[in-house]
């Protein structure tokens, strides 16, 4: 298989790339090109009523069967490298991966880019420390190929696509900064970029040398029913919105969710907690569902093998895994410390030693934990667990 990768040109100077200021931090768009393969399911249904209760628990609980997929497809990605100079070793390169219904722009704060000051920006403050960044749109997401939205964007196959990335910078494939494929690479992955990570850490554990789960724990046999998912009253995105989701593009399969209530209480904590201009800029910018990210026949996959650092970082208040996917079930609340349901994570991962495994509980969070007021604390967190295992 042949691996290339389409960059966009770097500007002699570097006041404006892609049309956006970048006033502290370098970042260029690329498109890299990846030849995927994987074993999906084989499912029906991409007109399912996603506001319908019954119709969404029988589409999840349909028969399916082996269904081998392949491709070739575009996947658009933002590359970042802090702007000042860098003291000592270079930092390993963070591959960001967000969840469901964003694009790469959840990294920045929602921002195009990572600017300064905006406390909710993960990338600004890993770009701060001197860590280089790479944001994903994953395959069916933003910029990136829209192929079949049922049968072909499944988990397995976006995790394969991920891996061949994570191999084209391994092998130096005309990403902008010498060197960059022999640094270390830390997979952070939210919600469903943090299954995908379960994927890849247990299907190629030698692609990443750390991993970083956001926005995830593990939820009670009641809280998987996910009884929520309905109050986002899910409708079919070139339906709802045909300017933005042409049907060329976003066919039956490819769904936004249409009720603000619905996502505010999916994913944020109590309005105290957060902004709500950005929660309106969330709902004004929320990128797509598709169908088939919701077929997932084993939502984690065990990694057997893996022993290297592996952090959990939720909110709190994480209604989509600790609380059926909507605070109006309750408030829910995820715990802390050993015996929370960030720790039974550790249960994928029974290779990696007890020192090389922490969690922290996000105070004053829900599922979309940085984009609360409290999202420094969980950045710092994280970075701390990084410093102390030398990454």
């Keep these: ?3 290339a990768l389409l960059s966009t040109a770097l500007l002699a100077t570097f006041p404006s790339i892609s049309g956006f200021p970048s006033t502290v931090h370098y970042c260029q768009d690329i498109t890299f ?58 930092k390993p390169l963070q591959i960001l991966v967000p969840g469901n219904t964003y694009d790469h722009t959840y990294y920045n704060g929602l921002d195009r880019s990572p600017l300064p000051g905006n406390i909710n920006s993960w990338a600004s403050y890993a770009l701060s420390r001197g860590y280089t960044t790479l944001s994903l749109d994953r395959l069916g997401s933003g910029k990136s190929d829209h192929p079949d939205p049922l049968n072909t964007v499944q988990a397995p196959l976006v995790a394969d696509t991920i891996h061949q990335i994570i191999r084209q910078v391994r092998g130096g494939k005309k990403i902008p900064l ?3 494929g022999h640094r270390k690479i830390i997979y952070v ?50 339906s709802y919105d045909p300017i933005r989701f042409p049907s060329s593009t976003y066919v039956p399969g490819y769904l936004v969710a249409t009720s603000e ?33 919701t077929i997932v026949q084993q939502p984690f996959a065990p990694s057997l093998t893996f022993d290297k ?10 209604a989509v895994f600790c609380g059926n996917g909507s605070r109006e079930f309750g408030t829910p609340d995820c715990g802390s410390g050993p015996n929370s349901q960030l720790a039974a994570v550790k249960v994928l991962y029974p290779a990696v030693p007890d020192n090389n495994f922490d969690t922290y509980t996000q105070e004053r969070a829900g599922h979309c934990n940085q984009l609360h007021y409290s999202a420094q604390d969980g950045f710092l967190s994280v970075h701390k667990f990084l410093a102390a295992h030398g990454l």
């Design 33 to 90: 090109r990846v030849t995927s393969s994987a074993q999906n399911v084989l499912a029906k249904n991409p007109t399912v009523d996603f506001t319908n209760a019954t119709e969404v628990a029988a589409f999840l609980t349909q028969e399916t069967k082996p269904n081998p997929v392949n491709g070739t497809y575009s996947i658009h990605a933002q590359f970042c490298q802090p702007a000042g100079p860098i003291f000592g070793r270079p």
């Design 261 to 293: 209530d619905g996502r505010r209480n999916a994913s944020y904590s109590a309005p105290e907690d957060f902004s709500a201009s950005l929660y309106e800029l969330d709902f004004q910018l929320k990128d797509t569902l598709a169908l088939g990210e």
């Design 178 to 180: 010498p060197g960059l």
């Design 309 to 318: 650092p592996t952090f959990v970082l939720t909110g709190r208040q994480d």
């Design 1 to 3: 298989m042949k691996f």
């Design 189 to 238: 992955g939210h919600s469903f970029g943090s299954v995908l990570g379960t994927r890849i850490s247990a299907e190629h554990p030698e692609d990443i040398d750390a991993i970083i789960h956001t926005g995830v724990a593990m939820p009670t046999r009641e809280q998987q029913s996910l009884r929520g998912t309905t109050a986002n009253i899910y409708l079919q995105a070139s």
